[in-house]
Nanobody, 116 residues
């Protein structure tokens, strides 16, 4: 089983919305907080949000507070990132991984492009 598979990206106009999905391997990420990261062109990969293993709390980088919501559905081994009011500066490839120490494996990510 592939450890992490991201999907749901796309191209939207400013103000638009997208929902990203991260399907994780339960044997590798069970009882592990999972986070979303993003890498914009020419920049290093950066933290976006993480959710506790139990799914009771989400934490966000300041730039996305009030616009992004992280959630999980354990029965489907999936973590979601609901993104609203998207801005051009949200353009990046989005990845998921364990938190706070990401594992060595990174999926292919999913591209989010926000442009008018």
């Amino acid at each position: 089983q592939v450890p992490l598979v991201e999907s749901g990206g796309g191209s939207v106009q400013p103000g638009g919305s997208l929902r990203l999905s991260c399907v994780y391997s339960p044997t590798m990420f069970n009882l592990t907080p999972i986070a979303w990261f993003r890498q914009a062109p020419g920049k290093e990969r950066a933290f976006v949000a993480f959710i506790t293993a139990g799914g009771s709390g989400g934490f966000y980088t300041d730039a996305v507070v009030g616009r992004f919501t992280i959630s999980k559905r354990d029965a489907e081994n999936t973590v979601f990132l609901e993104m609203t009011n998207l801005k051009p500066e949200d353009t990046a490839v989005y990845y998921c991984n364990s938190y706070p120490a990401p594992g060595d494996y990174w999926g292919q990510g999913t591209q989010v492009t926000v442009s008018s």
